[in-house]
C-alpha cells in the first residue's frame, strides 16, 4: 500500500491525470503536467465531498457538465493564490519614481492613467499600486483618471480582494496603515473607501482575446506567469504587448522573465517597456 492511499488520498490513474491536465492548459493556460501528487492531495476531498466515487468519474463530470462553479472550485485548489503588501517593493518604487513621471508627463492633456493588475488575486497589489499612486500625486490626486482594472480567473479571490479586508505584515508601513486602512478588530484591518474605489474587479480568463477600448500604460503580471508553459506565456505576452500603448510597460514578478524574442525591452530588473 502507498503512502497516498494509506492516508486516504484518491489516486489517479494515467489517462485520467492525462485528460484533467489537457482540459486545464487548453482552457485556462496552466500547466500541471509536474504536479500530479498536488492534483491527488488538494482534490482528494473535493471528490469525496462532491460524492464522486473516484477521480476518473469526477474528471468525467468536469470534462461533460462541468460549470463556473465547479471550474472555480478546481482552479482555487489547484493555483497558489498566496500574496501579501509591499511583495517585492523594488518594483513599486521603480514604478513610482520612474514610470509615473514618464506617463503621467504623456498624460498631462486629459490626466487619464489606464493600469491592469493582471492575475490580481486577492486584491493586495492592486490597491498597494494605488496607495503609491496616491503617494505620487499627493494633492493633485484627484484631479487624475487612475483608476484601476484588476483581474483574476477565481470568483473566490475577487470576492477577499473586494471585501479588502487583510491582515498586514509587520514591514507595512505604520504611516500607510493609519493612512489608508481602518482597523476592523484584532489584527484586520480594511482598506479604505478612497483606495477600494480606485480599484475595478473583474473576472477574466488570461487565454482569452484582451479586447479593451483603451491600451494600457502599465500592465502588472507578477507571479503568474510561472503557471504557464512556454508557448503559452509568449503568447500571453505577446497578447499583452498588443494591450499596451508605445512606451508602455510590463512588470512582472522579480523570479520570472521573458523570453528574448519577444518585442518587450527590458529597462530594469522584471520591468519592461514597449
Request: proline share 4%; aromatic share 14%; glycine share 6%.
Amino acid at each position: 500500500m502507498s503512502y497516498e492511499e494509506a492516508i486516504g488520498t484518491l489516486l489517479i490513474s494515467d489517462e485520467d491525470f492525462t485528460r484533467l491536465v489537457r482540459f486545464v492548459q487548453r482552457n485556462y493556460g496552466i500547466d500541471l503536467h509536474q504536479k500530479r501528487q498536488l492534483i491527488q492531495s488538494r482534490l482528494t476531498a473535493t471528490i469525496k465531498t462532491r460524492g464522486f466515487g473516484d477521480f476518473k468519474s469526477y474528471v468525467d463530470y468536469l470534462l461533460r457538465k462541468g460549470n463556473g462553479d465547479d471550474i472555480n472550485e478546481l482552479l482555487v485548489k489547484l493555483t497558489t493564490n498566496y500574496t501579501y503588501f509591499m511583495r517585492e517593493t523594488e518594483s513599486f518604487d521603480y514604478f513610482q519614481k520612474s514610470i509615473l513621471p514618464q506617463i503621467t508627463r504623456r498624460r498631462a492633456s486629459d490626466k487619464s492613467l489606464s493600469i491592469w493588475s493582471a492575475g490580481c488575486s486577492s486584491g493586495e497589489e492592486p490597491y498597494n499600486v494605488t496607495m503609491y499612486m496616491m503617494e505620487y500625486f499627493g494633492s493633485q490626486w484627484a484631479a487624475w483618471d487612475a483608476r484601476m482594472l484588476a483581474t483574476d480567473l477565481s470568483l473566490d479571490v475577487l470576492r477577499k480582494a473586494q471585501k479588502g479586508v487583510y491582515q498586514l505584515p509587520e514591514s507595512f508601513p505604520e504611516a500607510w496603515r493609519e493612512k489608508y486602512f481602518t482597523h476592523v478588530g484584532g489584527t484586520r484591518y480594511e482598506v479604505s473607501k478612497k483606495v477600494k474605489n480606485n480599484v475595478i474587479f473583474r473576472q477574466f480568463n488570461l487565454m482569452d482575446p484582451i479586447n479593451i477600448r483603451r491600451k494600457f500604460d502599465v500592465i502588472f503580471c507578477r507571479n503568474v506567469l510561472i503557471f504557464f508553459d512556454q508557448p503559452t506565456k509568449s503568447a500571453l505576452i505577446k497578447r499583452f504587448y498588443d494591450a499596451t500603448v508605445p512606451g508602455g510597460y510590463l512588470i512582472i514578478s522579480l523570479s520570472e522573465n521573458l523570453p528574448p524574442d519577444l518585442p518587450y525591452k527590458r529597462v530594469a530588473t522584471s520591468i519592461f517597456q514597449k
